[in-house]
């Protein structure tokens, strides 16, 4: 079956723009999570959605940075007024649910920011 | 702060040999912890994992060992293989108390030569 994919797979935008990065999750997963990895770094968690509760936002790094899922599947990651220290690795993990299923990671979308 | 360490960048091995990669962490009530392998330009895909309650779980040529004392795990590869490179990364989570959000280290990249 399809896994979890991810759109674009690298975006390029100049400082100070919007962008909006998404992800497609397995189909039935419930659990979705969204990390990135910075150059010479680990994975960094952002944001977590399981079902309907309210989302676990505690790793979101300012208010620059948002995401929704809408109707329990698409997830978009907006980061808002792009800066510098913004590029990275964006990848979208999706899970049955969220507890110690395991999570099935997408490709990435790599997001430079000039 | 870093709560899940990997301190060894880079690990060359040759092939056949065995293939010890080491992760450290700080937070006393991680409880469920895993292992993912990325190759480049593709998402994370999960190795193996172990909970807290045992200190040994073995998949085929993957075993990794916890040592809560320590706080330290280990992930053995018997015998390595030229397709085990890639980057490994030591992740863990509390996943009844925060949904299965995986705090990851920095990655160790394996090279096993031929």
């Known amino acids: 079956g399809a896994g979890v994919s991810q759109s674009p797979s690298n975006k390029v935008t100049e400082k100070g723009k919007d962008v909006e990065l998404r992800c497609d999750p397995i189909?039935?997963?419930?659990?979705l999570y969204w990390y990135r990895q910075s150059l010479g770094q680990g994975l960094e968690f952002l944001i977590y959605?399981?079902?309907?509760?309210?989302?676990?936002k505690s790793g979101l790094p300012s208010d620059r940075f948002s995401a929704e899922r809408t109707g329990g599947s698409v997830s978009t990651l907006t980061i808002q007024r792009t800066q510098q220290e913004d590029s990275a690795v964006y990848l979208c993990?999706?899970?049955?649910?969220?507890?110690?299923?395991?999570?099935?990671f997408g490709p990435g979308t790599r997001l430079t920011v000039l | 702060d870093q709560q899940v360490k990997q301190n060894s960048p880079s690990l060359s091995v040759q092939e056949g040999r065995i293939s010890i990669l080491n992760c450290d962490y700080t937070?006393?009530?991680?409880?469920?912890f895993l292992w993912y392998k990325k190759y480049p330009a593709e998402g994370p895909t999960f190795l193996i994992s172990?909970?807290?309650?045992?200190d040994k779980n073995e998949d085929g040529r993957f075993t990794v060992f916890l040592n809560k004392s320590a706080k330290h795990l280990s992930l053995h590869i018997v015998p390595s293989q030229p397709g085990d490179s890639a980057v490994y990364f030591c992740?863990?989570?509390?996943?009844?108390?925060?949904?299965?959000?995986?705090?990851f280290g920095q990655g160790t990249e394996l090279s096993v030569k031929p």
């Open positions: 993990a999706s899970a049955w649910d969220g507890l110690t299923d395991t999570q099935y």
């Open positions: 189909s039935g997963h419930t659990a």
């Open positions: 959605f399981q079902g309907n509760s309210a989302p676990d």
């Open positions: 937070n006393s009530m991680f409880d469920y």
């Open positions: 172990i909970s807290s309650i045992k």
């Open positions: 992740a863990a989570t509390k996943p009844y108390n925060q949904g299965g959000k995986l705090i």
